[in-house]
């Protein structure tokens, strides 16, 4: 990561079907992971120009309280992809689920809702 820049950490309850997921459906590629090597605790993600986390967020933090993986619905993340259909056609596949199929908004997008393993909604807009 740079300085200065900004991206999620996903707290999730299982790290390696949240990591399949968007390694499917959005071709996220591995950047870092601790421990660096067998199962990890920690992960990057790049996604595009982007980057995400995912963390095993099972006990408590340095701040002291256990975060609570995506039970509900607190943040969404939003996402440009070149085939949206096909991230549509992919995300049951790869563990996720479609919520809203693909539609066109009033202001020019095409886009879906789809949800990761763990929970977390997903806006995906088509990028053309």
Known sequence: MARGEL??????DAIAPVRSFYETVF?????????????????TLRVGRSSLAIGLGAG???????PLPATGHAVDLCIYVPDLDAAIAAAPGAGGAVVVGATDTPWGERVAYLRDPQGTMLLVIADD
Do not use: K, R, S, W
Not at 60 to 66: D, K, L, R, S, V
């Open 7 to 12: 991206f999620p950490i996903l707290n999730v």
């Open 60 to 66: 408590p933090a340095m701040y002291g309280e256990t």
């Open 27 to 43: 071709a996220a590629e591995p950047v870092y992971q601790f421990p660096a090597t067998g199962e990890p605790v920690y992960l």
